[in-house]
């Protein structure tokens, strides 16, 4: 699963002298010119599916101009955002598990059944996100497992997207991948992010969000005018709480994505998951991406010295992503993660996040 990239400049000394001048001088007019934050999501892949990552201007003000959108609806869970999680309560009970995030919320995830599937963020005894991937659920005005030509046919599809609050004004601007695979949707005082499974052509999974916290995980290219709404850095134990929560999210998604296509669910490997941890922690402390560590070796050598046995083994890794469920649902619609997560050969899986690297590694015993 290793890409490398080769790139070789021919012609004489003045030539290559030319070239460089020309490539500083660019590099600092695009500084001067921009103010940019580091992206957050989407983030880099193994095969590198996407490669222009979001940024954040300040510079450019937004168009103050608002459309006019639909309304909030109803009916379905997109009307429990801005309510009281009591009365999220009182329809569905209590949550299997109660995770934190790295957004001052509370994930609440329902994951009993998978055709129930679904993640509630919950803050301050308020609702203000939905991850929902059960397909027994109601989404309206969506239906997990619809045709996205469906979906094209309904919805005014926005290249653009403007937010305005007391704390300022926000342009969302989505490229044409984001429109393909994760276009969103103004309901009202609400927002819609749809994530579309580009193999099969159907709607995987709505995430329903307010406009802070919309705005707060910038997942799309943002241009700001204002105060930038962020979350409070989490310490070191809110950090490893979140982690933990995010390797049970994608193990609980994983298995999911996997009995959709007709395969036997993944056990849980504590051994491989500590080689998973130690790999994305690595990852992140030494500043690199690679399936490679330039201490422990590949993932051949750091499960021999992780005292795995296994006969067959592969390696999903992801950067950047806001959490768990994003990272996850990059390696769907990525050709090799996909085929390694739908491989029959493995029975056992272990996975490991350190902030936001994100490490699956499968495993097929002897």
Excluded: C
Aim: hydrophobic fraction near 30%; charged fraction near 30%; charge should be negative.
């Amino acid at each position: 699963m290793k890409t490398n990239y080769r790139k070789s400049f021919r012609g004489g000394g003045k030539n290559l002298r030319t070239f460089i001048r020309v490539i500083i001088l660019a590099i600092i007019l695009l500084f001067i010119s921009f103010y940019t934050y580091s992206p957050e999501q989407p983030g880099p892949l193994k095969d590198h599916t996407y490669v222009h990552p979001p940024k954040y201007d300040e510079e450019s003000p937004p168009d103050d101009h608002v459309p006019d959108y639909e309304t909030q609806p109803e009916s379905g869970l997109a009307s429990y955002i801005g309510k009281s999680a009591a009365q999220l309560l009182k329809e569905y009970g209590k949550p299997d598990r109660k995770e934190p995030s790295a957004y001052d919320y509370e994930w609440w995830v329902y994951n009993k059944h998978a055709g129930k599937y679904m993640q509630a963020g919950v803050r301050d005894g308020m609702i203000v996100t939905l991850y929902v991937l059960g397909d027994q659920l109601n989404v309206t005005p969506y239906k997990i497992g619809q045709p996205v030509e469906d979906i094209y046919r309904a919805n005014m599809l926005e290249t653009e997207i403007v937010i305005t609050s007391e704390k300022g004004t926000y342009r969302l601007e989505l490229s044409e991948e984001d429109l393909n695979i994760r276009p969103l949707i103004r309901l009202g005082d609400i927002f819609a992010q749809l994530s579309i499974d580009k193999f099969t052509g159907r709607l995987f999974s709505v995430r329903f969000l307010d406009q802070d916290t919309l705005v707060a995980q910038r997942p799309y290219e943002l241009v700001y005018r204002g105060d930038l709404i962020q979350t409070k850095e989490p310490g070191d134990q809110e950090w490893r709480a979140i982690e933990s929560g995010s390797e049970r999210q994608i193990y609980d998604l994983t298995n999911i994505f996997r009995n959709r296509f007709g395969l036997e669910s993944l056990k849980w490997d504590e051994e491989i998951s500590e080689v998973a941890y130690g790999h994305s922690k690595d990852m992140n402390l030494n500043d690199y991406f690679d399936h490679e560590s330039p201490k422990y070796g590949d993932l051949e050598k750091r499960l021999t010295e992780g005292n795995v046995e296994f006969q067959s083994a592969a390696e999903n890794i992801a950067a950047e992503y806001i959490d768990g469920p994003a990272a996850f649902e990059g390696w769907i619609n990525s050709e090799n993660h996909r085929k390694t997560m739908l491989d029959k050969g493995f029975s056992f899986i272990g996975i490991g996040v350190y902030k936001k690297n994100y490490t699956q590694n499968f495993v097929g015993k002897k």
